[in-house]
């Protein structure tokens, strides 16, 4: 088991040098999620309880699989949103990791361990729904399936260790979580170091601006605007963007350009990138959904379905990034304008 733990501990540190040695490169908060993640992953492989390095019998519950586990779950949310700054409240996230740790210090002098062990069951529990959620966050996103091959695993030995240990009496799992989260980590970071060598961008996103891909442009500002009006008229009269599963390969073939012209279209002479310009028509059009009649028996989801998004999350993230509130805000505060306005219209058309 050393030699297993001394493998762990070399390939973590090797991994999280390479990531630091490009750390400029990153878009920040995928960065330090993810170096949050194997360095916890590192000091558990050091001072896990069963197999401690340095010292036998001990309690090193600082690093145990709950600090793993809040780093995990807060990566894969800052993944797939991508979003590229840090929400306060998503600090909540750390609030099971915090009761765990005051728990573990508190059964260290407390005699009656049942009161602990309710508690701890709870926190437990807790970590599971959030390793699931983040499954579940996975599956319905078209992005980054690549991390289910870790997080499933994980969860299941994660499930395996905590429920059956309270099942049966006599610790037969004991020792799973040791051995499972020991191998789970090296191939954790064998598949981070073979697809960072393959294709970094799919680990943590570039942050470099996209004109520096073109060092000497394809157009003029005149034929670029003429490009762009082609590109405007396909959204607002075809409304492409409706399309869930419109690409930049397909957009390219209806304006009769390579894609790598419209790359350059959209990151040099508009500097958005496409997935953004298709929010930008999917909300507006949204938003004039929302205020006609034949949408009026709809959920905000299934307008957002006719609209071209394909997940209640990303939909949900999108909005709040463009208008600062939740759609649900937004409607309650557009029924409340519009009845103050229909107010104002019938105390001005009132006979005096």
């Known amino acids: 088991m050393v030699i297993i733990q001394i493998i762990a501990i070399v390939q973590g540190i090797f991994l999280v040098l390479v990531l630091f040695s490009k750390k400029h490169s990153y878009q920040k908060v995928t960065f330090w999620l993810l170096i949050g993640c194997l360095i916890s992953t590192i000091l558990f492989a050091l001072g896990d309880d069963n197999y401690n390095l340095f010292t036998d019998n001990s309690d090193w519950f600082f690093f145990h699989e709950p600090l793993i586990t809040t780093f995990l779950v807060l990566f894969i949310k800052y993944k797939i949103s991508e979003k590229r700054t840090f929400v306060k409240k998503d600090a909540l996230l750390f ?9 573990e210090s508190i059964s260290s002098f407390w005699t009656d361990n049942s009161i602990i062990d309710f508690f701890d069951n709870l926190v437990e529990a807790s970590f599971i729904i959030l390793l699931l959620h983040s499954i579940y966050t996975i ?18 030995i994660f499930l395996i260790d905590e429920v059956f240990t309270n099942i049966f009496p006599h610790d037969y799992f004991s020792y799973i979580d040791s051995y499972g989260m020991f191998l789970i980590s090296i191939f954790l970071f064998y598949l981070l170091t073979y697809r960072l060598i393959t294709s970094p961008n799919k680990i943590l996103s570039e942050e470099k601006s996209e004109k520096k891909k ?47 012209y419209l790359s350059e279209i959209l990151n040099v002479h508009l500097g958005i990138r496409f997935q953004d310009y298709l929010n930008k028509y999917r909300i507006e059009e949204f938003i004039k959904c929302l205020h006609q009649e034949n949408y009026k028996n709809y959920t905000l989801v299934g307008i957002a379905t006719e609209v071209g998004f394909n997940s209640k999350s990303s939909f949900n993230s999108t909005f709040k990034k463009m208008k600062g509130m939740t759609p649900s805000e937004y409607k309650k505060n557009t029924k409340q304008l519009n009845k103050h306005l229909q107010k104002v219209q019938k105390t001005h058309s009132a006979p005096l």
């Open 139 to 156: 599956l319905k996103s078209s992005k980054e399936k690549w991390l289910l091959i870790f997080i499933i695993p994980f969860t299941l």
């Open 95 to 103: 609030l099971p990791y915090t009761l765990y740790l005051v728990l």
């Open 214 to 260: 073109y060092k000497s442009p394809n157009f003029s500002n005149t034929e670029a605007e003429t490009i762009i009006k082609k590109l405007d008229n396909l959204m607002t009269e075809k409304k492409l963007f409706t399309n869930q599963k419109l690409t930049v390969n397909k957009v390219a073939t209806q304006l009769g350009i390579p894609r790598q």
